[in-house]
């Protein structure tokens, strides 16, 4: 009998213990069940998607102010594409330090700290006098707030929840900067066909500002938590291969990472940054230019997941070449634009190029993380991505300047397929690509 009453004494004991963990689980903010850990994810998910969204949109959106701009103030292209330069440049310099605030704050500061910016900077410009007025608020503060919000803090977050699904979840968020130009763009030139670009700015900064008490209201602790079985289902033959920075800087897969962001960046954003404005110029009436380049944004989601279905058929090199040679043919099809404007080159244009923008993205951070997997890959990536900041920087205003000097685009499309081009070459020269 009295090994009976052991018995069911150690079960009961056993059961307060499960109970205990549950809400010692709970009390943490975690799921306990699959199913809740699973919904919990998923809304992670979706909430990056949609900040994700929003950066981008916010971002791109300068590409349709651009012309109402400068006519209001007779700017020439290079001074107002400068303020989409210093957007890109900021956003990717701050990338590395964002990584540190949200380790050492948590996402609910970083993501607060990125919609504050983001409104305050859309005020200050909707009531801007002066050339440095908006590269300050639209370049600096912008760029900064996108950074805030955007892929470096989703991916540290999803991270947490998503374990070696992580890059299936990061071509989720890529794919926002499709929604964001689908959704902002023609957005935007609507407003400022009916209110002006002044009062299109302002409405921005409230929308952003007013975004942030839903926000701060969010379960944080339970979001920051990850999931707890994104340890158990780890690889178990990962070793820590002991890169540091300084170490990761002397491998020649470095630099060949680094230059491929770089130049494609310059290729792409010398392009992307006028070309709404390139559309009207050969023909286009501005709501349409600004909604066919806003369609990019439904053709990018199917070129994200079309490449990275790729990747896993005929593998990484192949893909990547594959989307370069796309991107290459886009730039001849908006060539042949100027000489002869029509839908069918238009859509032609849009599915290629647009399909394209980013579509890279995922399979070369997945070969960085493969390649300097260990402690720091973080701090690895986020420098290797600075490539990408400083080449949409560097390429949008060289397009800018480019156009100006010419009085035209075609030296600045040969421009951007020469960019492109060095792009692709570390894929096709560099050993530790190739395989």
Known sequence: MSGRSEARSLTAMDQNATKETSKDKHRDGVAATPQGVARIALTVLALCFTLAVLGRGLGD???????????????????????YSLTWLASGLTAPFVGRLFDHSGPRIVYALGLLLLGAAFLIAAH???????????????????????????????????????????????????GGVLALLPASQLLIDHIGWRGTYQLFGFAALGLLVPLLLLPWRMFAAGSPHVAKKSDPDFVDSGW???SAMRHHAFWALFSTFFFTAVGMYSIAAQIVAYLIDAGFPPLQAATAWGFS??????????????????????????????????????WLLQYYPNVILLTGFVVCFGSM??????????????????????????????GSGLGSAFGSWSGGLIHDATHGYNLLLVFALASVILGMIPFLIVPALRE
């Open 244 to 246: 540091t920075l300084v």
């Open 61 to 83: 959106s300068f590409t349709v102010f651009l012309k109402p701009i400068s006519e209001s103030f007779g700017w020439d292209r290079a001074q107002i594409v400068s303020v």
């Open 128 to 178: 801007a006098q002066h050339l440095w007025q908006f590269q300050l608020s639209i370049g600096l503060c912008v760029g900064i707030g996108i950074a805030f919000i955007g892929i470096v803090p989703n991916s540290i977050l999803l991270g947490r929840w998503f374990g070696p699904r992580l890059p299936t979840a990061m071509s989720v968020v890529y794919s926002a900067m499709g």
């Open 357 to 386: 923008m980013g579509s890279r993205g995922p399979l070369i951070t997945a070969t960085a993380m493969k390649i300097f997997r260990g402690k720091r890959v973080g701090t690895i990536f986020g420098t290797i991505s600075i």
């Open 297 to 334: 944004g439904v053709v990018l989601v199917f070129g994200m997941l079309g490449v990275s279905a790729l990747d896993g058929l005929i593998g990484r090199r192949p893909s990547v070449l594959l989307s370069y040679a796309i991107s290459i043919l886009g730039i001849v099809l908006l």
